[in-house]
């Protein structure tokens, strides 16, 4: 099985910081990578798929890249919205996500 | 409108039996792969089984093989799963989500599963 492992777990940052959340494959996964936002009690968000298509409706500060087994979701500029948890996916061999990275407020 | 509504969610024993079913409309479901995906109260997403569009493959993580079976109904735009042998580790929101290429743009709301004596 594929496992996905997330740095960091926690994240403490500003409004207007750049912020780089990394996922890592236990093994080549192509660019079948999905990002998604998660906020309490609410339902997952896509925000990226296949690496860094960015999803309809989805802010351009969003932005994904990587390849292979290392993976990264940028936010160029932190927006008290994004306060959330996020997530990684794999979906090369079924499907897997990595255990998340949770943004809060510094 | 992708609409995507679950139900069935429950309080049941250890070692009982559960069926969930999602209610699909606003999208051609018939063409559809389709995904159960959980999340543990206070912790992250898990995949749990996806279904091919006309029920001809079915995976399942290994956590949950031989005791739950994804199953789908064309006709009447509807998925279930149904689960047995439950655990206290399979206490989790269940959510029903469309598969688009693997990734999942649209979900349902979930239904709470608790498995407890």
């Known amino acids: 099985d594929i496992q996905m492992a997330q740095s960091p777990s926690t994240l403490s940052a500003s409004v207007g910081d750049r912020v780089t959340i990394t996922c890592r494959a236990s093994q080549d996964i192509g660019n079948w990578l999905a990002w998604y936002q998660q906020k309490p009690g609410k339902v997952p968000k896509l925000l990226i798929y296949k690496v860094s298509s960015l999803e309809s409706g989805v802010p351009s500060r969003f932005s994904g890249s990587g390849s292979g087994t290392e993976f990264t979701l940028t936010i160029s500029s932190l927006q008290p919205d994004d306060f959330a948890i996020y997530y990684c996916?794999?979906?090369?061999?079924?499907?897997?996500f990595g255990q998340g990275t949770k943004v809060e407020i510094k | 409108e992708v609409q995507l509504v679950e139900s069935g969610g429950d309080l049941v024993q250890p070692g009982g039996s559960l069926r969930l079913s999602c209610a699909a409309s606003?999208?051609?479901?018939?063409?559809?792969?389709m995904s159960w995906v959980r999340q543990a109260p206070g912790k992250g997403l898990e995949w749990v089984a996806t279904i091919l569009h006309d029920g001809t493959a079915k995976y399942y993580v290994d956590s949950v093989k031989g005791r739950f079976t994804i199953s789908r109904d064309n006709a009447k735009n509807s998925l279930f799963l149904q689960m047995s042998s439950l655990r206290a580790e399979d206490t989790a929101v269940y959510y029903c989500?469309?598969?688009?290429?693997?990734?999942?743009?649209?979900w349902g709301q979930g239904t709470l599963v608790t498995v407890s004596s």
């Open positions: 989500a469309k598969d688009k290429y693997g990734d999942y743009k649209d």
């Open positions: 606003g999208f051609s479901f018939s063409d559809s792969w």
């Open positions: 996916q794999q979906y090369n061999t079924y499907r897997t």
